[in-house]
């Protein structure tokens, strides 16, 4: 999955557990500060790899993808992104 999609995901699942309802691109643009032409292509990018799953009225995050968040996200001060893979030992 691409770097840039993180962001979106993590958008899509706060705003998701804050309403309660479905998410749309137009949703989280401002929250993103990116146009809703590329939020939309992100969804589909998630949806593609069943981090998001298309629902009535807009999107929805997986079980899949807020699993994928806790475990290889960790947000810095700077609100950036870092991504880490914590992978249990035996």
Not at 56 to 61: E, H, L, N, V, W
Not at 69 to 77: D, E, G, Q, W
Request: aromatic fraction near 6%; glycine fraction near 6%.
């Amino acid at each position: 999955m691409e770097r840039a999609n993180c962001p979106v995901l993590a958008a899509t699942v706060e705003y998701y557990d804050s309403t309660g309802g479905p998410v749309t691109p137009a949703a989280i643009t401002d929250t993103l500060d990116r146009d809703e032409a590329a939020v939309a292509t992100r969804f589909r990018q998630l949806v593609d790899c069943e981090l998001l799953a298309p629902v009535q009225d807009g999107y929805r995050p997986t079980v899949t993808g807020r699993e994928f968040l806790s475990s290889s996200i960790s947000m810095s001060s700077a609100g950036r992104s870092s991504w880490t893979r914590t992978i249990p030992r035996d």
